[in-house]
C-alpha cells in the first residue's frame, strides 16, 4: 500500500510539473496570438485533481461530486446543489421540476426574453409550455421588465431569465411581478456566476438556479452544470429527474436510505419490489462524472480570482472603447455588481459601417467575436413552426441582431490584448466610419 500512494505521489507531481509548462504563458503576438472570447484558465492543481479522480477508479458521481456541490453552496449560500452534465441539462431539469411542483398544465405559457441563447428557451418547449418572447433593453441585454405585464394571461405559471452575459436582470421589477401574479422564477445563472444585485449573489433569487461550466463559463468542468435551489421538494423532483426518473434517492454507491428497500408498492408493481429500480418519471441520466466534479471543486477556489479579472478587463475596455464614438457601451443594471462574461458592443446608426463588417475586419486580425447569441430568437428556424408568443414589439431584438456582438473579457485576456484590439478598431475606423465621408 504505502508503495502504491509513493507511486501516486509521483504521478500526480509529474502531472502538475506537465501542466505548467503546458499552460504556462506564451508572448503575445497582435495578429498572430488568437484572442478567443471566452476559454478555460487551469493549472496544475487542476491536472492534478483530475488525474487523482481518475486514479481513484470511482468515474461516475463520488465523493468530489459531493464536495463540489457543497462547495457551491458555501459560496452562494444556498442549501441544494445538484451536478449535472450540462447547462443545458440543469435547465432542462429545472423546468421539468417546477412544472411538476406546480402542477403546471400542457399548453401553459412561460415568459423569457426574446433574446438569448435557445437552450433556456429549449426546455419551456420540450415541456409542452408555450414560451412568451418579450423584447430585450438594448443597454443591459436583458427583458424589458416594462414590457412583461401586458402579456400575462390566465395561462402564464412563470418566468425564466438569463441573466445576459454576467450582467443581471432587473431582479426587483422581476421578483414583483412573479409575487404579484403568482409566478415561478427560474434563474438561468450560466453566464453570471458571482454577479451580485444587491448585494447579494445572482442565482439566489429564484425557485431553480442553473449554472454552466462549459470552458466558456466562469469556472470549467469540460461539459457540466449544475441546478440550484432552496427547496428540498424542489430538490428530490429534479435528482429523480436527472437520475433516470427513479423514486429511489439513495446516492451513489448507497442503499436502503429509506429503510424500507423491500417494502414498497407503487404503481401496478408487486410488493416488495426493490425500490432502486421504481421509476415514478420519465427522466433521464443526465448525471456528470467524479472526474469533472474533482475538476470543479479545483476551479471553484479560483472563482473570486476569475471574478476580480472579469471586472478588471471589463473597466480596461470601457476605458478604452469609450473613444470610439460609433459603439454604444453597455450599461450594469441598476444596483448590480456583474461578473461579467463578455464585453458588448453596439455599431450605432448612422456609424458608417455594418456589425459583419467590423467582425469580419476582427477575424482577419485573429480577435474572436460573438453574436448576441440567438439573437431574437423568435426568427431561428428552429422555432419557426411552433406554438410560441410575443410581445408585438420586438425590434429591439431585431435591433440587437442587426448591430450587436461581444468580445472577449475572460481571465486569460490580457491589457495587452485589449490594447491591440483597440488599434485593430482605430485603424478600421479610419477607413470605415462615417466621418470619413465627404
Not at 471566452?38 to 465523493?63: A, C, P, R, Y
Not at 451513489?252 to 436510505?257: C, W, Y
Not at 457601451?329 to 455594418?354: I, M, Q, R, Y
Request: charged share 25%; aromatic share 12%; glycine share 8%.
Amino acid at each position: 500500500m504505502e508503495d502504491l500512494e509513493k507511486l501516486k505521489s509521483e504521478i500526480l507531481s509529474l502531472a502538475g510539473k506537465y501542466s505548467k509548462k503546458e499552460n504556462a504563458n506564451k508572448p503575445f503576438i497582435g495578429g498572430v496570438t488568437h484572442i478567443p472570447v471566452t476559454g478555460k484558465v487551469v493549472d496544475e492543481d487542476d491536472i492534478k485533481n483530475l488525474v487523482e479522480s481518475s486514479l481513484d477508479g470511482w468515474f461516475t458521481s463520488g465523493h468530489f461530486t459531493d464536495k463540489f456541490e457543497k462547495k457551491i453552496n458555501s459560496f452562494l449560500g444556498t442549501r441544494h446543489t445538484l451536478f449535472v452534465n450540462s447547462g443545458s441539462s440543469a435547465n432542462l431539469i429545472a423546468i421539468s421540476a417546477l412544472k411538476e411542483l406546480y402542477d403546471i398544465q400542457d399548453g401553459d405559457e412561460v415568459i423569457t426574453c426574446a433574446v438569448g441563447f435557445p437552450t433556456t428557451i429549449n426546455p419551456i418547449i420540450q415541456n409542452n409550455l408555450v414560451p412568451v418572447l418579450i423584447d430585450a433593453d438594448i443597454k443591459t441585454f436583458n427583458i424589458n421588465p416594462d414590457l412583461i405585464e401586458a402579456s400575462i394571461s390566465n395561462k402564464t405559471k412563470g418566468i425564466v431569465l438569463a441573466h445576459t452575459l454576467g450582467n443581471p436582470f432587473n431582479v426587483k421589477k422581476i421578483k414583483d411581478i412573479c409575487k404579484k401574479y403568482n409566478l415561478f422564477l427560474m434563474e438561468d445563472n450560466c453566464d453570471a456566476f458571482g454577479s451580485k444585485y444587491n448585494n447579494e449573489f445572482t442565482g439566489t433569487f429564484g425557485d431553480v438556479a442553473t449554472l454552466s461550466f462549459y470552458p466558456a463559463h466562469h469556472i470549467t468542468t469540460g461539459e457540466g452544470g449544475a441546478v440550484i435551489t432552496n427547496n428540498p421538494k424542489l430538490k428530490k423532483i429534479m435528482e429523480s429527474f436527472r437520475d433516470w426518473g427513479r423514486d429511489c434517492y439513495c446516492p451513489p454507491g448507497v442503499d436502503n436510505t429509506c429503510k424500507k428497500r423491500f417494502d414498497w408498492q407503487l404503481g401496478g408493481l408487486p410488493h416488495g419490489y426493490d425500490h432502486k429500480y421504481i421509476y415514478s418519471r420519465i427522466g433521464y441520466n443526465l448525471k456528470a462524472t467524479d472526474m469533472q466534479a474533482a475538476l470543479g471543486y479545483s476551479q471553484i477556489d479560483k472563482l473570486e480570482k476569475f471574478i476580480i479579472k472579469r471586472k478588471e478587463n471589463f473597466q480596461y475596455y470601457m476605458e478604452t472603447f469609450k473613444n470610439f464614438e460609433f459603439f454604444d457601451l453597455p450599461e450594469a443594471t441598476l444596483n448590480s455588481d456583474p461578473s461579467w462574461f463578455g464585453f458588448p458592443l453596439t455599431v450605432k446608426e448612422g456609424a458608417g459601417f455594418t456589425k459583419t463588417d467590423f467582425v469580419k475586419y476582427l477575424d482577419s486580425n485573429n480577435i474572436g467575436s460573438r453574436l448576441m447569441f440567438g439573437g431574437n430568437l423568435k426568427l431561428q428556424p428552429a422555432f419557426q413552426n411552433l406554438e410560441l408568443k410575443s410581445s408585438e414589439d420586438l425590434s429591439t431584438a431585431d435591433q440587437i441582431v442587426d448591430n450587436s456582438f461581444w468580445i472577449g473579457l475572460y481571465p486569460g485576456v490580457t491589457f495587452e490584448m485589449i490594447d491591440f484590439i483597440a488599434e485593430v478598431t482605430e485603424e478600421f475606423s479610419k477607413n470605415n466610419s462615417s466621418s470619413n465621408d465627404s
